[in-house]
């Protein structure tokens, strides 16, 4: 029961253009999600949060949208730079100061330079 | 502060052999969590501590897995009698109770069972 879905294994995007990466949750108890960027042999970094009393939090070049009706959120980077790419994973939980959080599958982006 | 620190960063061992790994978490972080992360996936949930206390393990967590944190610090994972299955990049991170920014996660531990 995959409760967190992030259905694009990857992403290719041309240097200076916007990525889009999605995910989609079952779960209507999820009320706090967030974005998670990983390198190669590196452990998961966190990149920026939202909870769900918002539906966008902006933080320099990356920006979360979060559409609860459609349990869907997005994390947009704009402009995307040749070390954007990474794998990203998108992470869920029922509160905010919660001690488990559900992750997706990721998503692997590569920006092209 | 040097962050999430685990040890070793690569373990082979042959099946049926005992494993154990360390984490080191940042120091003030009083809420410490092991995940696993197998390809193609995202980390799962395995089990979580607040100071000393492990407060949920998860049903991944089989019989021949145990975790410590004895006084509240470092932690260790072991496995026993490890099985081909139990291959996977084991992943120790750490937060304060009261913050929601996710975790600080460390570089993790890949174990492979031959």
């Known amino acids: 029961d995959q409760q967190v879905k992030q259905n694009s294994p990857s992403l290719s995007v041309q240097e200076g253009r916007i990525s889009i990466l999605n995910c989609d949750y079952t779960?209507?108890?999820?009320?706090?999600f967030l974005w998670y960027k990983k390198y190669p042999a590196e452990g998961p970094t966190f990149l920026i949060s939202?909870?769900?009393?918002?539906d966008k939090n902006e933080d320099g070049r990356f920006t979360v949208f979060l559409n609860k009706s459609a349990k869907h959120l997005s994390l947009h980077i704009v402009p995307s730079q040749p070390g954007d790419s990474a794998v990203y994973f998108c992470?869920?939980?029922?509160?905010?100061?919660?001690?488990?959080?559900?992750f997706g599958t990721g998503t692997r982006l590569k920006v092209l330079a | 502060d040097t962050g999430v620190s685990q040890n070793p960063r690569h373990k082979i061992t042959k099946r049926g052999q005992n494993v154990t790994f360390r984490c080191d978490p940042i120091s003030e972080h009083n809420r410490l969590y092991w995940y696993r992360q197998t390809l193609g996936q995202g980390p799962e949930f395995l089990t979580y501590f607040q100071n000393e206390a492990q407060l949920e393990k998860s049903r991944l967590l089989s019989d021949r897995f145990s975790a410590e944190r004895p006084k509240g610090s470092f932690s260790t994972l072991e496995i026993q009698r490890t099985e081909q299955g139990d291959s996977a990049m084991y992943l120790c991170?750490?937060?304060?109770?009261?913050?929601?920014?996710?975790?600080?996660f460390g570089s993790g531990t890949r174990l492979t069972v031959v």
């Open positions: 779960n209507s108890m999820f009320d706090y």
């Open positions: 991170a750490s937060s304060l109770a009261e913050t929601g920014n996710g975790y600080t």
């Open positions: 992470a869920a939980s029922a509160s905010p100061g919660t001690y488990k959080y559900i």
């Open positions: 939202i909870s769900s009393i918002k």
